[in-house]
């Protein structure tokens, strides 16, 4: 597909509303984590869910190492803290983590503090696709706030949800 093609199906993909995550792991002294919205639920029984990781990043390595990775799912005033993680990776957001606190999970994997939810995984299975991995994660651990806003990604663009939601 040539380069125009790919800005068209960008284009095109950016339009599938979706919530904004941050995906991370720690393995040995490597803590690293990244803005992530290719994120889904595969099974309740068991209890899966799959994260699409550019194989050259350092959470890819990160999760490869530790075989295992947290998904904190963002709520709407953490936009500072999505923009940090979606920046390419540095050796001082690395050694920082942006700045965000976080907390151990049962794996070791960081969760971000204040995260709308979160999703403490093992890795379960693995398959490259493309530049990506799709990790495929059994979860051990999840827990939700109650009430709070997330923060979405639609159109290039951070959204909030509609005050009201949509009848029927």
């Known amino acids: ?40 639920s595969i099974s309740l029984d068991p209890p899966l869910l799959m994260a699409s990781i550019n194989r050259g990043s350092e959470t890819h390595v990160a999760i490869v190492g530790s075989h295992s990775f947290a998904v904190s799912v963002l709520g709407a005033e953490q936009r500072p803290i999505a923009d940090c993680f979606a920046l390419p990776t540095t050796a001082g957001k690395l050694q920082r983590f942006c700045d965000a606190p976080w907390h151990e999970a049962e794996t070791g994997s960081p969760i971000l503090d204040g995260a709308i939810a979160f999703f403490d995984c093992r890795l379960h299975e693995s398959h490259t696709a493309g530049t990506h991995t799709i990790f495929i994660g059994e979860i051990v651990a999840a827990g939700y706030e109650e009430g709070g806003e997330p923060l979405l990604w639609f159109g290039s663009h951070y959204r909030r949800i509609a005050a009201e939601p949509l009848e029927g």
């Open 1 to 40: 597909m040539d380069e125009d093609h790919l800005l068209g199906l960008r284009a095109m993909m950016g339009h599938f509303a979706t919530g904004v995550t941050v995906v991370a792991a720690r393995h040995g002294p490597l803590l690293a984590g990244m803005t992530a919205n290719a994120i889904a």
